[in-house]
């Protein structure tokens, strides 16, 4: 069991609140709990995945679940759900990651 803690920034003028990771998070995995502004769901290969906005950036703090055999659909999942968050596709993030 690994836990991984990641910042994602948001884009510009993106209203992030508890409903609206919550609704992103049902709509995307199928699940969510809300609960003090974190927000917690499950996909195939992540056993939980906490999100939560610290005022800038999209908090994710994710614990792995070594029993899934199929990687690619959980990264798959995860690039969905943080692009329906943030507002930023995983080639939009990593551009702005490495002009940092």
Do not use: Q
């Amino acid at each position: 069991m690994r836990t991984t803690t990641r910042e994602y920034p948001v884009k510009k003028g993106r209203e992030i609140t508890g409903e609206f990771l919550l609704e992103k998070a049902k709509a995307v995995t199928g699940n969510g709990e809300s609960k003090d502004g974190h927000v917690t769901c499950t996909i195939p290969g992540l056993k939980v995945i906490d999100l939560y906005f610290n005022g800038k950036n999209l908090e994710v703090v994710t614990e792995t679940d070594h029993t899934h055999s199929d990687p690619l659909e959980t990264v798959r999942i995860f690039n969905k759900l943080i692009e329906e968050t943030t507002g930023f596709s995983s080639k939009e993030r990593k551009k702005k990651i490495s002009k940092n």
